[in-house]
Each structure stands twice: as C-alpha cells, then as structure tokens.
C-alpha cells in the first residue's frame, strides 16, 4: 500500500488523538457563588508614609551601532609620510600586480596602461601617477577604529634531502591524492574566496587528517623532500614557503601548495593561556628557546595547530627575487604584504603605517597586498614581508606592531 494514503478510520483515531478526543464524561460546571463585595485595600506606602513611585518601565531596547565601512575615502595629503617615501622602490611591486589585476577587473585596465608610459626612476612621476588613477581609502576595523596589528614573515632558508637517512628525518609533504578542495564561491557567491577541504568517505566528504593525524599516521610516498630541523618545518608552514639546500649542493625553493583545511591557530596564543608567557614577550625568537628547553613538549606544541602545509618545488633561477605569492606574483621584500583578501582586493598597493620592532623607527611606505596568511584575518591587518636572509628572520620574528592601512583603489 502506498504510504502517502491511509484508511478513513485511521485518520478519525489520528484527529481525535491530536485533538485530544475523549469519551470521558466532561464535569458539570460548578454551582454560582454568591458574589461578595469588593474588599478595598489601603494604598501601599512608603517609609514617610508616601505612596511609592510607580515601579519604572523597562529601559527601551538599545538601538546596535550601524555596522562601520571598512573603507573610508580620503586624500594623499591624509597619509602619514606620503611625500617621504621612495615610491620607485614599489613600482617593480606594483607592476607585478598590474600583470594580473588588469586581466582581472576592468578598473584596473586603464591606470595599468597608463603605468606602461611612467618613467620608473622618475620619483616625482611614480607619485604623481598614484595621484592621479588612485583614491587612498583608510581602512577601518567594524567597531569603528582604524588601528591593528602588523606582523611579519621571512622566506626560510632549510637543509635537506630528497631521500631520508641521517639527520634528514622530517618529510616535507607533497598535496596527497585523496585531498579534495571545494570552491564555495562556485556555488554560493557569498562565499568568494571560501574553499572546503576535506576527503571522501564513500559519498561523503570528511574533514582531513589534522596535523596531531598526521604526525600518529605519517603520509607515506607523499614526502617532497626530508629536512633535517622539525622545528625549522613547522616554521616554514607559517611562513609558507622557503629554501631548501640539499645535500647535492643544490638549493630548490618549497612554495605553499595546499593546506589539510583545518583552521590555522596560532601557538603564541597557547602560551599565554597556558601562562607560560604574556603576551608582549611572545616572538619567533622566545617560542624557538622554549621549544630547545623543553624538546619532549615540542610536538604537544605544534598540534595546538591542527592545519599543516603541503608545499610543491620550484626552481631557483634568481636567487635575488622572492617566492611567489597568492597572487602569483613574486614578493618583493619590504614592499609586500599579506592582507585578508575577503576584505582588501589582493594586489591593490597600500599604504603602510607602522614602526619596526628592534627600534620602534617610524616604517611608513606604499606596499603591494600580493600574499595571504591563515593568521591574516581582520581589515587593518598586514603581514609584512621582510625578504631572505637572518635579519629577515630577526626583524620577522620580532614583528608585532600596531599600525594603519590605507588601500589605493583605482578612480
């Protein structure tokens, strides 16, 4: 019998049990009472004898601010250290940008083609052409400020091997076969730039292997390369891409390939929650002496962050330009940052203003937002990219500032 149908006595035993249906006999309504007169009370009073004030309505609900534009249109003349900075030193950077943002949205087709005709030793003529295809735009967190922290990160420099022995005991993993990466935006366009990671289980997809997984489960076949420090791989993960100098004599550059899809969480944070250190004396230099100080609770440490990083290999051909970035793009060191591209168009040149970590020295240039991080979320909200080489590791390790971002958009 089809189960969509069913018999008339059915439904009358279904309406009465929903209805309540009774054959108990429903009582009699009670005999009418002589009515009573009303007895009056004497109005409550006070401690003087006052009859108190009436009790006080509820406070009305409070109205929510009206959420805050995460841009603000303003002027060069507002940007702090505009006229000092040496803008040519960011045109290499910008045109990078150019090459792809122009294929990308039209806004961008005519200042890039303007760009082709500027004389890039000319600084006067740099600024002039931001001044005139750009409208600076201060950005602006939702509550309303306009501050936020400036970070940053290094190209790694690492030893290896292609085949593991020795002191080359730490795999540097290639995308595994069975990881699968859904683009949301695809489908829901409120989700630009949102990608589900997982793998499949029969039919259903399943979260991936979590870094704690990984280290229980090794990924066999999938290693790239061995390297011989694990603490210096878990730092190239954060930094997402480095160097590798093989045991040959040959040097191969590693660039981010993929992640496992889990959220990146950053270790500093445990070690204010677990009261080991505050906050303010947390760096790459402090998290790397604890670590060396307390060996048997490294890998307690790096599984408070469940995402782990699949690189792929590239070739050196110059060893003077940096690793590409999410856009593609080589990175130019202290002219390229990672922003929250949810938020900031990735390439869009930007203004910086912040301080450097060893001296507080005032650091305020137009930098290019080529990268993005899994720390970097938020509006003003810059890592800042410090190039190849120990001071770049010293100056990124130390790097936690707060400052100001300005984004260029073109008119």
């Not at 049990?17 to 054959?23: F, H, I, K, R």
């Not at 534009?69 to 910008?94: C, I, Y």
């Not at 800042?384 to 390790?397: D, K, L, R, S, T």
């Amino acid at each position: 019998m089809n189960a969509t149908r069913s018999s008339v006595p059915f439904l009358t035993a279904l309406v009465c049990l929903v209805s309540a249906c009774s054959t108990t006999p429903q009582p009699q309504p009670e005999p009418a009472r002589p009515q009573q007169p009303p007895v009056r009370m004497p109005p409550p009073v006070g401690p003087v004898g006052v009859p108190p004030e009436p009790p006080a309505q509820p406070p009305a609900p409070e109205t929510p601010p009206a959420p805050v534009a995460p841009l603000t249109p303003t002027t060069f003349s507002a940007l702090p250290g505009w006229q000092q900075d040496d803008v040519r030193q960011a045109w290499p950077a910008f045109m990078q940008s150019c090459s792809v943002r122009a294929a990308r949205a039209a806004e961008w087709k005519a200042p890039c083609a303007a760009a082709r005709s500027v004389a890039a030793t000319d600084a006067g003529a740099v600024r002039r052409f931001f001044e005139q295809h750009f409208v600076p735009h201060q950005v602006r967190n939702p509550d309303g400020s306009d501050t936020g922290m400036v970070t940053g990160y290094y190209e790694a420099m690492l030893h290896g091997s292609r085949k593991r022995g020795g002191a080359y005991q730490t795999p540097l993993y290639r995308v595994p076969d069975d990881l699968i990466t859904v683009d949301l935006g695809s489908i829901y366009p409120d989700l630009k730039n949102r990608r589900l990671r997982g793998r499949l289980s029969g039919k259903t997809v399943v979260p991936y292997a979590s870094r704690a997984e990984i280290d229980r489960a090794p990924l066999g076949g999938k290693e790239l390369l061995w390297v011989n420090d694990p603490v210096e791989a878990f730092f190239l993960e954060v930094q997402g891409s480095g160097r590798v100098q093989l045991d040959s004599g040959e040097t191969v550059r590693v660039g981010y390939a993929d992640q496992n899809g889990h959220p990146y969480k950053a270790i500093g944070r445990w070690f204010v929650e677990q009261g080991i250190l505050p906050s303010n004396q947390v760096s790459g230099q402090s998290i790397r002496a604890w670590i060396a100080a307390n060996p048997a609770r490294r890998q307690e440490l790096f599984n408070v962050n469940p995402s782990y990083v699949f690189f792929r290999e590239e070739k050196v051909s110059d060893p003077g330009v940096g690793p590409r970035g999410a856009l593609n793009v080589p990175l130019t060191p202290g002219r390229s940052v990672a922003i929250d591209r949810s938020i900031l168009p990735l390439g869009a040149p930007i203004w910086l203003s912040t301080t450097m970590p060893k001296d507080g020295a005032t650091l305020q240039r137009l930098v290019m937002g080529q990268d993005v991080g899994g720390a970097i979320r938020g509006a003003v909200r810059a890592d800042f990219f410090f190039g190849f080489g120990p001071e770049a590791v010293e100056n990124a390790g130390l790097m936690k500032q707060q400052g100001s971002l300005w984004v260029l958009l073109p008119k």
